[in-house]
């Protein structure tokens, strides 16, 4: 080394130098030199390093770590605030739908634990799904369908619980909270339809029974339970049916305080008494008031009082009413089309309702030779009114063409004044006697022939009543011209002996 002092060379280890005494501090040991290598190593260290802080600082302050500090904040408003920026810009992180999914995930958990109510989560679930874009907006919406499930939970309203919660699963087949909350929900609610129908069908409620089934099972959908007892209260109420169906019914007119009336029991195959009427009271004449008709199909008809009735056969409910006809005494026929063929004893001649309770024709009267229609039968495309002779009381058939309710008269011999003279005095007291006994649907009205007393036109008559309590009481004093026909009695009645 050399002296610090004179500038001589000494040796390293000297303490003094040798040539001036000076003392000698000893010499640093050279610092041995780095190989090449070792520095490229000590770079690429120190630059994995930089590079390594680089990536935690933006992994710090990425999009996903900033969206993971807002949801462990519990600061959905700062979430939200995020995916709109994130996605304005496109910087969504590729994990966004998971990140989100637990955010909703999350907001359920606080509202499970009531550290949220449900106008709370609603709100965030509503900006959720009008931020939202896709799957994840369906998927807020699936959520708050889920509060709403757990909303009528509560309230114990299954059936709006079980809807809300199948809602739910239909946008998020995946949300296990949906899933448990329709499987407590159904079962509640299919244990309150259960018990409706079991207390319908004690009832003998049966299709209401039935009603409330299907509307289960609309909600409840292929529930094996409900099919199961949809199934058996079909065939117990068909069973019902059976027997509660009206096979026959009983007309029965009666009489009170000169009034008569009907009434009518719907009765099924054992007897019983299925449905009942009673028809208003009419004052009584010598024309039944209240008459039946009878059956047809699922239909009963009758008249009261001039009015025809159809009754629905099962449950004897109206299901029309025609007060046109206004005859008594009635006689029927169903035409093959179904419609109502009627003629009164004192008129109308010919009635024609069809099914639905319309008036189709009315025949006050075909003649005045022919008057007591008290029969009709229907013939293909023809009517057959039975009807009365006006002179003779003889019977006669008139035909109505019920294409166009057109009829036709029997034709009737003309009785000529020679014939008429041929007439014997017991000739003429029959056809005086059928006379008033058919005018007056009775056969009490008698003529004697040992009674009668001839006059310068014909005869003078006594026609006499039998009925009541008193025998052969005089009627009417009867007047009849044999030359010309006329026959008068003291009611002012005038009607011709030959038609």
């Known amino acids: 080394m050399i002296c610090g002092n004179c500038g001589k060379l000494i040796g390293d280890q000297e303490k003094f130098c040798r040539y001036c005494g000076s003392p000698q501090?000893?010499?640093?040991?050279?610092?041995?030199?780095?190989?090449?290598?070792?520095?490229?190593?000590?770079?690429?260290?120190?630059?994995a390093a930089v590079a390594a802080l680089a990536v935690f600082l933006v992994l710090r302050n990425g999009p996903g770590a900033r969206f993971e500090q807002a949801l462990k904040d519990g600061d959905y408003d700062r979430v939200l605030e995020l995916y709109q920026k994130e996605s304005k810009e496109g910087k969504l992180p590729e994990d966004i739908e998971e990140l989100m999914e637990e955010a909703m995930r999350q907001l359920y958990r606080e509202y499970s634990s009531e550290e949220m109510d449900s106008h709370e989560i609603s709100e965030v679930l509503k900006r959720m799904g009008e931020i939202f874009t896709g799957a994840l907006s369906v998927k807020a919406g699936a959520v708050e369908s889920l509060v709403e499930g757990d909303e009528n939970f509560r309230r114990e309203n299954w059936e709006q619980a079980a809807v809300f919660y199948q809602s739910a699963l239909e946008s998020w087949p995946e949300l296990e909270e949906a899933s448990e909350g329709l499987e407590k929900a159904a079962g509640e609610y299919r244990g309150q339809i259960l018990d409706a129908v079991e207390t319908y069908v004690s009832e003998e409620k049966y299709a209401e029974a039935l009603e409330e089934l299907e509307h289960g099972l609309t909600v409840l959908k292929s529930d094996s339970k409900l099919e199961d007892k949809r199934e058996e209260v079909s065939q117990a109420y068909e069973t019902y049916q059976k027997n509660q169906a009206v096979v026959s019914v009983e007309f029965t007119s009666e009489y009170e305080n000169s009034r008569q009336y009907a009434v009518i029991r719907g009765l099924n195959q054992a007897g019983e008494e299925i449905w009942k009427k009673e028809?208003?009271?009419?004052?009584?004449?010598?024309?039944?008031?209240?008459?039946?008709?009878?059956?047809?199909?699922?239909?009963?008809?009758?008249?009261?009082?001039?009015?025809?009735?159809?009754?629905d056969l099962q449950s004897g409910e109206v299901l029309?009413?025609?007060?046109?006809?206004?005859?008594?005494?009635?006689?029927?026929?169903?035409?093959?089309?179904?419609?109502?063929?009627?003629?009164?004893?004192?008129?109308?001649?010919?009635?024609?309702?069809?099914?639905?309770?319309?008036?189709?024709?009315?025949i006050?009267?075909?003649?005045?030779?022919?008057?007591?229609?008290?029969g009709i039968r229907c013939s293909g495309e023809q009517a057959v009114v039975t009807v009365s002779e006006a002179a003779s009381g003889e019977e006669a058939e008139i035909t109505v063409n019920l294409s166009d309710y057109s009829f036709e008269l029997p034709e009737v011999p003309e009785q000529t004044p020679e014939a008429a003279a041929q007439m014997t005095l017991e000739e003429i007291c029959r056809a005086v006697e059928n006379y008033y006994n058919t005018a007056y649907h009775t056969e009490d009205y008698v003529v004697f022939e040992n009674e009668a007393m001839e006059t310068d036109g014909g005869y003078f008559l006594i026609l006499r009543y039998q009925g009541g309590n008193t025998a052969n009481v005089m009627a009417s004093g009867i007047q009849v011209n044999t030359e010309t026909g006329e026959v008068k009695d003291d009611w002012d009645g005038v009607w011709n002996l030959y038609g």
Not at 25 to 47: F, M, V, Y
Not at 333 to 347: I, K, R, V
Request: proline content about 5%; charged content about 25%.
């Open 25 to 47: 501090d000893s010499p640093e040991p050279e610092p041995k030199r780095k190989s090449k290598k070792k520095w490229i190593a000590a770079g690429i260290l120190a630059a």
């Open 279 to 311: 028809t208003e009271h009419f004052l009584a004449t010598e024309l039944d008031r209240v008459n039946e008709i009878g059956m047809r199909e699922e239909v009963y008809y009758y008249a009261a009082g001039g009015t025809v009735t159809a009754l």
């Open 320 to 362: 029309w009413e025609n007060e046109e006809f206004q005859g008594a005494s009635l006689s029927y026929s169903f035409g093959s089309d179904g419609q109502l063929y009627l003629c009164g004893y004192y008129g109308p001649d010919f009635f024609a309702v069809d099914q639905e309770g319309n008036t189709l024709c009315r």
């Open 364 to 374: 006050d009267s075909f003649s005045a030779q022919y008057q007591w229609p008290h």
